[in-house]
């Protein structure tokens, strides 16, 4: 049972967004884009890495509402396989960060009952970032709550290709050559094998497009860009993007049986 005494302050802006909600009607994958953090800290004149440190309070508070939304899956999009074209200096203060955040927050993922799981290259990063990500992956592994994704040295084409050769390598192994794939068997052998596809992806900062990330699993996903930048996303914002996602009409490329019979009279009438 939500406990929306968690979610919302009487009167606040939340409490009239949740208003809107159909709790039984909520996403059962949410991912995020996580955009903004360099412009954040521009337009307060400070270091690029001011934002990605002041993003961190937003990550906290969308996993925890996630968590308190009892919603299955939320994947966050921290670091893609093209940020390392970024200067050495920045990329080094992201991976203390995450570093940081994660000895900071292990005891709030286990108050919660999040399970905490790192998708992407994951062992190309430096192997202290590993350590903390295999740690706080094994000690939240018997937590049955929300599913807490974040995407680190991740590219949505370095999947696919992963995935292939992944397959390769097994039908090798099984001596398999005819074997035939579709898209169950592709699935199973993605990052995200045996977890619901995202149905609401979120992209903060206003950009209109969907950077590399899981562009298999995304097919289907309903997309909420918001202008907010990263590090002043908040819980209302989340409420937002679900109301938007409500109010959707989701046909995975069907269409309704009325719509069906007006195009057939429409082809009759012309016949």
């Not at 991740?154 to 390769?168: K, L, Q, S």
């Not at 907010?228 to 269409?255: C, K, M, N, T, Y």
């Amino acid at each position: 049972m939500i406990d929306l005494s968690k979610l919302a302050e009487p009167g606040s802006i939340e409490e009239s967004l949740l208003e809107k909600i159909d709790l039984k009607r909520l996403p059962r994958h949410i991912a995020i884009i996580m955009d903004g953090n360099g412009r954040w800290a521009k337009s307060r004149h400070l270091p690029r890495v001011e934002g990605h440190r002041a993003g961190i309070t937003s990550v906290r508070e969308a996993v925890e509402t996630a968590a308190r939304l009892e919603l299955p899956v939320i994947t966050l999009y921290a670091f893609s396989v093209e940020n390392w074209k970024r200067p050495r200096y920045e990329i080094a203060t992201l991976m203390m960060l995450l570093k940081e955040y994660l000895r900071k927050e292990l005891a709030s993922l286990m108050s919660n009952n999040i399970r905490f799981v790192p998708i992407g290259r994951v062992d190309g990063l430096d192997p202290s970032v590993v350590r903390e990500l295999r740690y706080a992956e094994e000690q939240t592994s018997r937590n049955t709550g929300l599913l807490f994704q974040i995407a680190l040295n991740y590219g949505g084409r370095a999947e696919i290709v992963d995935t292939v050769n992944r397959i390769m390598a097994l039908l090798r192994e099984r001596e398999m050559s005819d074997a035939v794939i579709d898209e169950s068997f592709f699935a199973d052998h993605l990052y995200t094998a045996n977890v619901d596809d995202p149905d609401l992806l979120i992209r903060t900062s206003g950009e209109m497009r969907v950077s590399n990330f899981l562009l298999w699993q995304i097919a289907y996903a309903e997309i909420h860009v918001n202008k907010v930048l990263w590090p002043d996303f908040r819980r209302r914002h989340l409420f937002e993007a679900i109301v938007d996602f409500q109010s959707r009409d989701r046909r995975f490329g069907g269409v309704e049986e009325n719509d069906s019979e007006m195009f057939i009279e429409a082809d009759e009438n012309h016949a």
